[in-house]
T-cell receptor, first 118, second 115 residues
């Protein structure tokens, strides 16, 4: 299995531009998670989906952030407009849970997208 | 409510010597605990997890951790460090029957292995 795939691996953009991060979860997994990692705040859960449906988006910092999962094999995280404080590494993870988004399900992380907003 | 504290932000050991990464937690509920490892420019990978079964949990790459309820600890150990163990390690606590929102990640411990 190729694991969780994220693209791009690196993104440099200017303030005000739209940024779209992409994720392909492991085939057969039914839950997908978006995280943000910064030195100051560590690893934060932004949003997660179960069976393509958003379950909890309470971690999304503000309306500039949106996430979609149009099908079981693809998800996007969009920032519009981007700001310098959005600079971080964004991780996508997926899991296979027999109880949906159970807290003890093993999550498999992608390699991350390093976003720099100038 | 729950929290997790990784007591050392950096640990340095020599190759072939034991590794000890310390983690303390607090939880109002029956906790489940994990250790994840993150190698440079990679995503997090599960090392091991405790979910109310055996208190001594064995993971991948020779790591193990012991759940000690009386000490509210879940320290990660390995008898002999290898150069490839150099990475950042995260202790994670969650409610055993909760949702993914209830995962709380520690701030991480950077492990350096000296030749």
């Amino acid at each position: 299995d190729a694991g969780v795939i994220q693209s791009p691996r690196h993104e440099v953009t200017e303030m005000g531009q739209e940024v779209t991060l992409r994720c392909k979860p492991i085939s057969g997994h039914n839950s997908l998670f978006w995280y943000r990692q910064t030195m100051m705040r560590g690893l934060e859960l932004l949003i997660y989906f179960n069976n393509n449906v958003p379950i909890d988006d309470s971690g999304m910092p503000e309306d500039r952030f949106s996430a979609k999962m149009p099908n079981a094999s693809f998800s996007t995280l969009k920032i519009q407009p981007s700001e310098p404080r959005d600079s971080a590494v964004y991780f996508c993870a997926s899991s296979l849970g027999d109880r949906g988004t159970g807290s003890t399900d093993t999550q498999y992380f992608g390699p991350g997208t390093r976003l720099t907003v100038l | 409510a729950q929290s997790v504290t990784q007591l050392d932000s950096h640990v340095s050991v020599s190759e072939g010597t034991p590794v000890l990464l310390r983690c303390n937690y607090s939880s109002s509920y029956s906790p489940s605990l994990f250790w994840y490892v993150q190698h440079p420019n990679k995503g997090l990978q599960l090392l091991l997890k405790y979910t109310s079964a055996a208190t001594l949990v064995k993971g991948i790459n020779g790591f193990e951790a012991e759940f000690k309820k009386s000490e509210t600890s879940f320290h990660l150990t390995k008898p002999s460090a290898h150069m490839s163990d150099a990475a950042e390690y995260f202790c994670v606590v969650t409610r055993a029957s909760g949702s993914a929102r209830q995962l709380t990640f520690g701030s991480g411990t950077q492990l350096t292995v000296l030749p």
